[in-house]
Nanobody, 126 residues
Framework: QVQLVESGGGLVQAGGSLSVSCAAS????????MHWFRRTPGKEREFVAA???????TYADSVKGRFTIDRDNAKNTLYLQMNSLKPEDTAVYYC????????????????????WGQGTQVTVSS
């Protein structure tokens, strides 16, 4: 049974930093690209960042240079370090991946991903 459990969200002032994590289980973590998406009320899930099986990362333009995605395959854990946070970064952050039956490559489309965590709230005050 695949499980993705996010943690580490919270409240931070604009300009501050926050790190969120995603503990994975139930699949071979090192075989899967991993993704971070976010959602604000009334909006679709938005791609934030992704990291390939071998550690190649890609970012949404809105977070490039401020956020860093990383993974620890030994700990089956995905990370997102968020610096220089802005009020518009306020959202619920989700980690996600696709099932083994799909092509195991990074995707910016939420519809390509099958497994999602419950999300963790990040709130940036102005």
């Amino acid at each position: 049974q695949v499980q993705l459990v996010e943690s580490g969200g919270g409240l931070v002032q604009a300009g501050g930093s926050l790190s969120v994590s995603c503990a994975a289980s139930g699949f071979i973590f090192s075989d899967h690209p991993m993704h971070w998406f976010r959602r604000t009320p009334g909006k679709e899930r938005e791609f934030v960042a992704a990291i390939s099986r071998i550690g190649i990362s890609t970012y949404a333009d809105s977070v490039k240079g401020r956020f860093t995605i990383d993974r620890d395959n030994a700990k089956n854990t995905l990370y997102l370090q968020m610096n220089s946070l802005k009020p518009e970064d306020t959202a619920v952050y989700y980690c996600a991946t696709m099932s083994s039956g799909r092509l195991l490559t990074i995707s910016r489309r939420a519809d390509d991903l099958d497994y999602w965590g419950q999300g963790t709230q990040v709130t940036v005050s102005s």
